[in-house]
């Protein structure tokens, strides 16, 4: 897939997720072949741009290209503005969403509560694209709840634009995540217009990945939740798709070998005080389904430093293959 001057590797997008998506599991999902990462969302206000938290989530030093961060807000002005502060500090790719369903995104009618205004998505677009010289992606929902669903008249405002791909998660504002996703509205969207489409939305395996890319036509899929604790999935359907063979998952020693490492990455990025808070939910993904797991996770959670949350980690792990030795 091709936006604008960027030749993605493969048909493959980590999904934008606040608290999730930061530059060590950005980084972490792309070296398991993500073509695509889209970064914590950065508030159009830009009272917020000193802050502490917006600076680290402009910090792209090492990532690999291209680099995208994403925007939210209601003001055109104010959208235009964020765009450009963005690209002044590296980002190469700008995605605005009105995806998100959460109320308080910059104000009460960020996000995807937008997409009940289509002209104000119109002008909000237009002074985006218009701000910056770099490709503008946007993501949204099927529209604002099942009785309007209009991703169709949305992408068609974005194409006419000059956005230069489209996301869609196929569920409307009114679903937040409840029930399936569901994927003809997308398919139908990318029956009609030229722009490239990112189809988004409960993918969470290879074979349904596939199955996501043939229905609807898709340029690419966006896996979000599915890739939390679980990074390889992005090498697992890299390989199905090229291959058509399953690989197996992780060993409990790479699984090891991988999650230290992230660990490692977390604390360098945040520093230890906050570094091993994030770490706590992600060491939670990771063990989930092991046996033990709970356990591990209500201790480890009550510990502070990088010492004893890597000391833990080590023993939980050393006692499943330990385990995994006897059973054998
Ligand atoms: C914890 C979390 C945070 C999210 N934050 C954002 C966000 O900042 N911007 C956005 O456009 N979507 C956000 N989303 C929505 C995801 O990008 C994605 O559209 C949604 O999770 C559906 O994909 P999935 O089923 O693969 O998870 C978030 C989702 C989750 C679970």
Redesign the pocket.
Known sequence: MQIGPYKLRNQLVL???????DRPFRQLCKKFGAGLA?S??VSCNSALWGSKQTLRRMNHEGEVEPRTV?I?GADPELMAQAAQFNVERGAQII?I??????KK?CNVMA??ALLQNEDLVKRILDAVVTAVEVPVTL?I?TGWDPEHRNALSIAKIAEQAGIQAL?I???TRACA?KGE?EYQTIRSVKQEISLPVIA?????SPENAKEVLEFTGADAV???????GRPWIFREIEHYLATGELLSEPGIEETRTIMIEHLNNLYAFYGEYTGVRVARKHIAWYSKGHPSGADFRRRVNRVDTIDEQLRMTHAFFDSLIAAGRMAA
């Not at 988004?200 to 969470?204: K, R, V, Y």
């Open positions: 999904a934008p997720m606040a608290g999730v998506t889209v914590e969302m994403q939210a995605d969403n009105m995806g998100c369903p959460a995104v996000g995807s993501k929902r996301a998660h196929g569920r995540y996703a988004n939305g409960d993918i969470t966006m896996i979000g939740r599915a890739a939390q």
